[in-house]
Protein backbone atom coordinates (compact mmCIF):
# COMPACT_ATOMS: atom_id res chain seq x y z
CA UNK A 1 0.00 0.00 0.00
CA UNK A 2 0.91 3.64 -0.99
CA UNK A 3 0.02 6.68 1.47
CA UNK A 4 0.87 10.15 0.07
CA UNK A 5 0.85 12.96 2.54
CA UNK A 6 0.97 16.71 0.43
CA UNK A 7 1.59 20.26 2.32
CA UNK A 8 2.62 22.95 0.97
CA UNK A 9 -0.62 24.89 0.22
CA UNK A 10 -1.38 28.29 1.19
CA UNK A 11 -2.30 31.41 -0.26
CA UNK A 12 -0.42 33.82 -2.29
CA UNK A 13 -0.59 36.96 -4.12
CA UNK A 14 0.03 36.77 -8.34
CA UNK A 15 3.21 36.90 -9.27
CA UNK A 16 4.74 34.55 -5.82
CA UNK A 17 5.60 30.98 -5.30
CA UNK A 18 4.54 28.03 -3.56
CA UNK A 19 6.40 25.06 -3.14
CA UNK A 20 4.39 22.28 -2.57
CA UNK A 21 5.46 18.66 -1.34
CA UNK A 22 4.25 15.28 -1.53
CA UNK A 23 5.65 12.55 1.20
CA UNK A 24 5.35 8.92 -0.02
CA UNK A 25 5.69 5.70 2.04
CA UNK A 26 4.83 2.00 0.92
CA UNK A 27 6.52 0.13 -1.78
CA UNK A 28 8.96 1.97 -4.20
CA UNK A 29 7.79 -0.66 -6.95
CA UNK A 30 4.24 0.69 -6.69
CA UNK A 31 4.96 4.54 -7.77
CA UNK A 32 6.45 4.29 -10.84
CA UNK A 33 5.76 7.80 -11.56
CA UNK A 34 4.19 10.31 -9.34
CA UNK A 35 2.31 13.42 -10.43
CA UNK A 36 0.37 16.51 -9.43
CA UNK A 37 -3.06 17.16 -10.17
CA UNK A 38 -5.63 19.85 -9.50
CA UNK A 39 -8.80 20.82 -9.40
CA UNK A 40 -10.49 24.05 -9.38
CA UNK A 41 -14.58 24.18 -8.12
CA UNK A 42 -16.64 23.53 -11.05
CA UNK A 43 -13.93 22.14 -13.21
CA UNK A 44 -12.62 18.40 -14.19
CA UNK A 45 -9.22 17.04 -12.09
CA UNK A 46 -6.41 18.12 -14.90
CA UNK A 47 -3.01 16.99 -14.87
CA UNK A 48 -0.36 19.03 -13.68
CA UNK A 49 3.13 17.47 -13.54
CA UNK A 50 4.43 14.09 -13.67
CA UNK A 51 7.71 12.42 -12.84
CA UNK A 52 9.26 8.89 -13.24
CA UNK A 53 10.91 8.05 -10.22
CA UNK A 54 13.35 5.94 -12.14
CA UNK A 55 14.70 8.15 -14.92
CA UNK A 56 13.38 11.15 -13.45
CA UNK A 57 11.69 12.18 -17.17
CA UNK A 58 9.44 14.56 -16.51
CA UNK A 59 6.08 15.70 -18.12
CA UNK A 60 4.09 19.26 -17.62
CA UNK A 61 1.15 20.74 -18.67
CA UNK A 62 0.98 23.59 -21.64
CA UNK A 63 -0.51 26.00 -18.91
CA UNK A 64 2.45 25.60 -16.39
CA UNK A 65 5.42 25.03 -18.39
CA UNK A 66 8.20 27.27 -17.65
CA UNK A 67 6.53 27.91 -14.20
CA UNK A 68 6.16 24.95 -12.63
CA UNK A 69 9.53 22.54 -11.73
CA UNK A 70 8.73 18.66 -10.73
CA UNK A 71 11.61 16.71 -8.79
CA UNK A 72 12.06 14.44 -6.29
CA UNK A 73 14.85 13.96 -3.31
CA UNK A 74 17.31 11.41 -3.68
CA UNK A 75 15.30 8.87 -1.75
CA UNK A 76 12.52 9.45 -4.10
CA UNK A 77 10.14 9.13 -1.30
CA UNK A 78 9.49 13.19 -1.48
CA UNK A 79 7.93 14.76 -4.31
CA UNK A 80 7.96 18.50 -5.00
CA UNK A 81 5.82 21.09 -7.28
CA UNK A 82 7.95 24.36 -7.58
CA UNK A 83 5.09 26.93 -8.49
CA UNK A 84 6.49 30.26 -9.52
CA UNK A 85 4.84 33.14 -10.89
CA UNK A 86 1.69 31.69 -10.21
CA UNK A 87 -1.48 33.93 -11.01
CA UNK A 88 -5.08 33.08 -10.12
CA UNK A 89 -5.84 30.68 -12.44
CA UNK A 90 -3.95 28.31 -10.61
CA UNK A 91 -5.76 28.36 -7.82
CA UNK A 92 -7.49 24.64 -7.27
CA UNK A 93 -6.95 21.84 -4.61
CA UNK A 94 -3.69 20.18 -5.29
CA UNK A 95 -3.72 16.56 -5.21
CA UNK A 96 -0.26 14.22 -5.70
CA UNK A 97 -0.55 10.63 -7.06
CA UNK A 98 1.32 7.57 -7.72
CA UNK A 99 1.27 4.90 -9.97
CA UNK A 100 3.09 1.33 -10.69
CA UNK A 101 1.94 1.81 -14.25
CA UNK A 102 3.87 3.40 -17.16
CA UNK A 103 2.09 5.60 -19.34
CA UNK A 104 3.36 7.40 -22.64
CA UNK A 105 0.89 9.91 -21.26
CA UNK A 106 0.67 10.35 -18.03
CA UNK A 107 -0.96 13.84 -17.66
CA UNK A 108 -3.96 12.37 -20.13
CA UNK A 109 -4.94 9.88 -17.88
CA UNK A 110 -7.72 9.66 -15.75
CA UNK A 111 -7.92 9.64 -12.03
CA UNK A 112 -8.62 5.71 -12.09
CA UNK A 113 -5.71 5.08 -13.41
CA UNK A 114 -3.74 6.31 -11.22
CA UNK A 115 -4.03 4.09 -7.89
CA UNK A 116 -2.71 5.95 -5.15
CA UNK A 117 -4.20 9.67 -3.87
CA UNK A 118 -3.23 12.36 -1.44
CA UNK A 119 -6.01 14.18 0.49
CA UNK A 120 -4.83 17.20 -1.19
CA UNK A 121 -3.46 20.40 -0.25
CA UNK A 122 -5.19 23.95 -1.11
CA UNK A 123 -3.67 26.48 -3.11
CA UNK A 124 -5.23 30.08 -3.38
CA UNK A 125 -3.94 32.95 -5.84
CA UNK A 126 -5.47 36.65 -5.37
CA UNK A 127 -4.98 39.14 -7.97
Known amino acids: QVQLVESGGGSVQAGGSLRLSCAASGYTYSRSIMGWFRQAPGKEREGVAAIYTRGGRTYYADSVKGRFTISQNNAKTTVYLQMNSLKPEDTAMYYC????????????????????WGQGTQVTISS
Open 97 to 116: AASPRVFDDPLQRGASEWNY
